[in-house]
């Protein structure tokens, strides 16, 4: 169906009403109101604490007498440090997702045959229901990726003869098929995208049982279905970093918050999909990606940190990139002194971007890093510490792997399934209450006017 087809004398009558629209729904931000909380968020900056967790933990600073103290920045899963998490799996040379999603959703290691059962339950999850691809995926082909996510997310609920139980079993069931099966919606989304949208041929692959996520990731949005083990091994520490981020971040909060509401599992992965596409959260590590072009494109010579210094001062003041004014990839809510995501990235892709070719554009990045944040406090007159976040490097290392920009965000979203599912269940088991915050109502009381009167 075609978008509605406005008449000329309409659209002058909706002009003529624009101005009153923007002022019907702009409020005053700088209301002094002291028990607000704008954003969810103190007026320091740190999260309105909205509940407890036990599956995932971030910590970027600590409180002494009252006051933010910056530290290096931590992310624990079920209690257990990323860092030792990512160097087992990079030190044993073998894939770690697999046994990440299984520690948050069961909330412990597996041991080796609770394991082996584990990878073959989430194999045999790892197929969509029959005619999928054709009545959901080919019959409205969407250029956004993250968008059709969330449609496929909604419509494995018609195919689930037990939708609506909340019991923790159908839970861990649900939410084992989700994680297996988001993979196979994105590629298979970005398939039939290329093919409608730009007249590509068409290619489905079917995953293989005995390979890891990542590499049959890899395989299924390849023509010819071909990676290497490193690029596979890449991919999987992008995804374990990706997995959690405590129950704070905006996706996670919407998964919980639909959760709280008694409703079923696909609504409310589907709903935090919707969270993650926007470019404040998940998408910003593709706006990463669109600045650093800009910087490359702009540039006379990348080396020089003196011209990249007054570039990214022409950032801030909306003069060069998107004229956002914006430095993508600095800064976060709750890290201070690094972002532990970002530290592991550049810990490891290092070889990559030798293998690759693309060790100057590393470099070039670690450069945007070190003097943005320079930049940035010194127009903030900030002494806090600033740091880049794991979008300032996600986008290049998905580059280098030579995934398509179009990938980027619903491979966040892929990763972080796991974490979803994790607080949901935590949600539906032991939160039993329905998230209901307040805002507060400005406009006068004013008189009903008859349509006549007016």
């Known amino acids: 169906m075609d978008n509605i087809k406005l008449g000329n004398h309409l659209v002058d009558d909706l002009n003529q009403l624009n101005d009153h629209i923007i002022s019907s729904y702009q409020i005053d931000q700088n209301i002094s109101l002291a028990d607000i909380k704008r954003g969810l968020r103190n007026s320091d900056g740190t999260g309105v604490l909205a509940g407890i967790t ?33 160097d087992a799996h990079i030190k044993s040379e073998t894939f770690g997702y697999e046994e990440v999603v299984f520690l948050l959703l069961l909330g412990q290691l597996p041991n080796q045959q609770q394991f082996d059962r584990f990878k073959e339950l989430m194999a045999e999850a790892r197929s969509l229901p029959l005619g999928f691809n054709e009545d959901v995926l080919f019959r409205a082909p969407s250029k956004s990726i993250m968008n059709q996510l969330s449609r496929g997310i909604l419509a494995l609920y018609t195919y689930d003869e037990n939708p609506d139980d909340t019991s ?44 890891s996520l990542s590499e049959n990731f890899l395989r299924m949005i390849r023509k010819d279905k071909k990676y290497t083990e490193e690029e596979a091994k890449i991919l999987d520490m992008m995804l374990m970093i990706h997995a959690d981020h ?69 950032i801030l003041d909306k ?33 990559l971007a030798e293998e690759k070719g693309r060790l100057e554009d590393l470099e070039l990045m670690e450069n945007i890093e070190s003097i943005g944040t320079k930049v940035i406090m010194e127009r903030k007159n900030r002494d806090f510490p600033l740091c880049a976040n794991v979008d300032m490097y996600s ?33 539906v088991i032991s939160g039993k209450r329905i998230m209901r915050p307040a805002y507060r109502s400005i406009p006068a009381k004013t008189a009903y006017i008859p349509i006549e009167n007016r």
């Open 54 to 86: 036990g599956v995932g933990s971030v910590q970027g600073y600590s409180i002494l007498d009252g006051q933010r103290v910056p530290m290096p920045g931590r992310l624990y899963y079920r209690g257990i440090n990323l860092f030792d998490i990512v």
């Open 168 to 211: 923790p079993d159908n839970l861990l069931r649900q939410s084992m098929e989700v994680v297996a099966r988001m993979p196979l919606i994105v590629a298979n989304a970005y398939q039939v995208m290329r093919h409608y949208h730009r007249g590509k041929s068409l290619y489905i692959h079917n995953p293989e049982p005995n390979l």
């Open 246 to 314: 405590g129950g704070g971040n905006n996706s996670t909060f919407t998964c919980r918050s639909v959760s709280s509401t008694g409703s079923d599992t696909y609504s409310a992965v589907a709903a935090a999909a919707g969270s993650l596409k926007g470019p404040l959260h998940g998408g910003a590590n593709a706006k990463v990606m669109e600045m650093f072009a800009h910087v490359k494109e702009d540039m006379t010579d990348t080396k020089d940190k003196k011209e990249l210094r007054a570039y990214l001062e022409g």
């Open 319 to 351: 003069k060069c990139g998107d004229k956002s004014g914006k430095i993508y990839g600095l800064g976060h809510a709750v890290y201070t002194m690094s972002d532990p995501r970002a530290v592991i990235i550049k810990k490891y892709a290092r070889k």
């Open 395 to 427: 986008g290049l290392v998905y580059q280098m792997l030579g995934i398509p920009v179009e990938l980027y965000t619903p491979l966040f979203a892929i990763a972080r399934s796991a974490g979803w599912c994790a607080h949901r269940m935590e949600e």
